[in-house]
Nanobody, 122 residues
Framework: QVQLVESGGGLVQAGGSLRLSCAASGRTFSSAIMGWFRQALGKEREFVAGMSRGGNTIYADFVKGRFTISRDNAKNTGYLEMNSLKPEDTAVYYC????????????????WGQGTQVTVSS
């Protein structure tokens, strides 16, 4: 049974930083694609960042240069480093993984975490 558990969300002032973690259990994370998505109140879930099995990364235009996706295979954990946060980054952030697909920005990943709230005050 695969489980993804996010942590690291919270309240931060604009311009601040947070690092989200996504701990995976049940399967080896290094053989999965990993994605981070977010959903703001009243809006649809949107892609934020993704990493392929080989370590290639893609980012949504609105986070390029500010967010960094990474993973520690030894810890079976993925990360999203978020810098220069803006109030419009406020959302519930979800990590997702899939062991069958190639890297995609679509929210079709097989496994999802429960989400962690990020709130950026102005």
């Amino acid at each position: 049974q695969v489980q993804l558990v996010e942590s690291g969300g919270g309240l931060v002032q604009a311009g601040g930083s947070l690092r989200l973690s996504c701990a995976a259990s049940g399967r080896t994370f290094s053989s999965a694609i990993m994605g981070w998505f977010r959903q703001a109140l009243g809006k649809e879930r949107e892609f934020v960042a993704g990493m392929s099995r080989g370590g290639n990364t893609i980012y949504a235009d609105f986070v390029k240069g500010r967010f960094t996706i990474s993973r520690d295979n030894a810890k079976n954990t993925g990360y999203l480093e978020m810098n220069s946060l803006k109030p419009e980054d406020t959302a519930v952030y979800y990590c997702a993984a899939d062991w069958s697909r190639v890297l995609t920005t679509r929210d079709v990943y097989a496994y999802w975490g429960q989400g962690t709230q990020v709130t950026v005050s102005s």
